[in-house]
Each structure stands twice: as structure tokens, then as C-alpha cells.
């Protein structure tokens, strides 16, 4: 190197380096590459977390060490105390609630039999719903999330519920048994349901939520906001309003076919972040995962409730968004990615012919 840089003009040896440094790419998106050689896809929406400035953090790890010979740092926990004056967020307007997209898989897998159609029904709830999630943030996951919501409609009946006694000012009732989805209510005096917490999470640990939450009750619908959460949880997705759902369509697996496993895929309208799709019915682990396109469509969310299932929830063309239930003996999540990969969107013609649907359109059109 030194021979080089005497038989260069001066300057010319950093010059050359600089410019072939500037020549070298540096993908910034790294994180987004899918290792295929894995059952479990990268995460590529890493969680944000706390980050503090990389001297400032070494500067105060070293003082300590100097101090004690070995340090914990821990980082502070923010006060996420709301305004109770403030209203929650509305659903994101680029959000589209559409009734006229109808799914239609190019590639179905054998094992799946034969896929009809079939109709989402939308709920025909006109009360305001509020929905937030909290989590544990793992290395490359979201673990065990919590739904907290106000105004979702219930089939629980608090006489069935174990009472926890009065929790942060409200009567509260747990349902669900251990490693299985448990469910809190919070009611008023009179009985009627404000809030529910639930999540794959032992009863502490939602009381503990519970007692961070503060209900704001109102003539219209109740509210909420969240506080100081136990250490280790976080808010994920703020208290927003949900779009209100309408009827839509997709396909699944027939009862009346001979097949390996089931598959489901649906076009749905009623909840505005795919995380609550993956983890409403229950989710050990929420993982991020790259299927490809552009956009919207590079990031899907998707759980394993059980060893052999698999719920995908991704958005084929911004604004809409489509849950994937596969149920197979083995099934991986890099399989069901692949399935959603062979979807497209299609006309009403092309769908209904693909799966003799005209009889479930007509008696749709005839219910509105």
C-alpha cells in the first residue's frame, strides 16, 4: 500500500478509494429478504423499540462497568398516559371496504380438494368498535398479542364468567381455560359490556393490561385509553376505530369433498390492521413475513394457533385485505405463503364461473 500511495499523485490514492466505495451498493432493505431455507421467514417489519443514541448508550454502559464490574442497563419506561380529551384514531382512509373483489386461486394445491364459494356476512353491528394491540416484542416477533376493544359485539354471557371482582374501577369476568384463547369483560354497574381483553395470556397478565386501561364512557359508545403497561409489554397498534364491515366474498375448501386438510380464503372488511386478523382468534406468535410485489404487498402477518394450522392475513392491493386458514398435518408457514402467492383478484364472470357461483351471488343480492 505504501509503494502504491509514492507512485500516486498526492491526493489521488483517497480519491480512488472514495469512489470505489461509492461505486459498492448497500441494500438498506437487508432486513426484508426471506430466508427460504427456514420454516419461519424473516421478520422484515421489525417492532420498533427504544432506541438511544449508540455514544450516549456505550458512554453509560462503560461508566457502570467502571462502577461495578458488570452492569444491566434498563432502559425507562415511557408514560404512554393519554388525554382522555382526545379522541382515538379513525380508521386510515386509504383503507377501501369493498364488497365488488372476489378472490380466485390460479394453483390449488391438491391436498385442499375441491374450493367453492362462499359469502362473508357482515355482522350488521351500527355500534362505533375500538380496538388496540399490545404485545410482548420478541427478537422477530410479537409474542402472545392481547386485543383490547370496545363496542365488538359478544356471544359471552358474564354468568358464565369467572369473576375477577372489580378491576381498575369495573367488574370483570374471565373465560377460557389455560393454553387455550381467554377472554376478559369489563362491564358497567348495570352489567352491559365496555371493554374486552383477549389473548393467549395467563389471567394476571390481562388483569395487569386491564388495570392500565382507562375506560371513558360516554351517551355514544365507550372509549378507552392506555397507560403505564407491566414491563416487557407495549403498545402495538393504537386505540383506533374500526370500518364497518360489509358482506364479501372467497372461496374454501368444500365439506362435501374428499381432502388431506382445509383451506379458506376470504376477502375482509372489518378490522383495519392486519394484526388483529392473525391474532383475533388467538396467536402464541405474530410474525412479519415477505410475499413479494410491491408496496402494501411486500408485508403479510401470520400465527400457527396450533402446529398444524396456519392464518395468514396480507393485502393483495392496497386497502384490501385477505385472511388465509390452512388446516393440514404439517402444514408450514412458507407453504401457506406460496398459496397466497397463486391469488389474484378478479371480476364477478370470472369468479362465479371458476366456482359455479351464481347461486350464492343471487341469494345475496337478494338479502340486500
Known sequence: MNDLADQLPEGRLSNLLREAAERVGVRPDIGAVVDETTVYPRLIERPNVHRVPSIVFLATASAAALAVGLAVVVPTVRDRSVDPGVQPAEVDPTYRNHTDVYPLLTDTPAWAGDLTANVLRASGATQRRLLAL???????????????????????????????????????????????????????????????????????????????????????????????????????????????????????????????????????????????????DGAPDLRSIFIGGTGEQLTAWYTMPTADSVVLAWKLDPGIALVLTATRDGITPSEAIRIASDVVLTDQATWSDAYDAAAIIAATEASD
Open 134 to 280: 399490545v404485545a410482548r416484542r420478541g427478537q422477530d416477533s410479537l409474542k402472545a398479542p392481547i386485543i383490547i376493544s370496545s363496542g365488538e359485539p359478544t356471544t359471552l354471557d358474564v354468568a358464565d364468567g369467572e369473576s375477577l371482582g372489580d378491576v381498575a374501577g369495573y367488574p370483570a369476568f374471565l373465560f377460557g381455560d389455560a393454553g387455550a384463547l381467554r377472554t376478559v369483560l369489563v362491564t358497567d354497574a348495570d352489567g352491559a359490556v365496555l371493554l374486552a381483553l383477549s389473548g393467549l395470556a395467563e389471567p394476571d397478565v390481562l388483569v395487569a393490561v386491564l388495570e392500565a386501561v382507562t375506560v371513558h364512557e360516554s351517551d355514544s359508545a365507550p372509549t378507552f385509553t392506555i397507560g403505564e403497561l407491566p414491563a416487557g409489554l407495549d403498545v402495538v397498534v393504537e386505540p383506533t376505530v374500526q370500518p364497518r364491515a360489509v358482506d364479501s366474498f372467497g372461496i374454501a375448501t368444500s365439506a362435501d369433498a374428499t381432502a388431506d386438510g382445509t383451506l379458506a380464503i376470504e376477502v375482509v372488511t372489518d378490522l383495519s390492521d392486519l394484526r388483529f386478523y392473525s391474532s383475533r
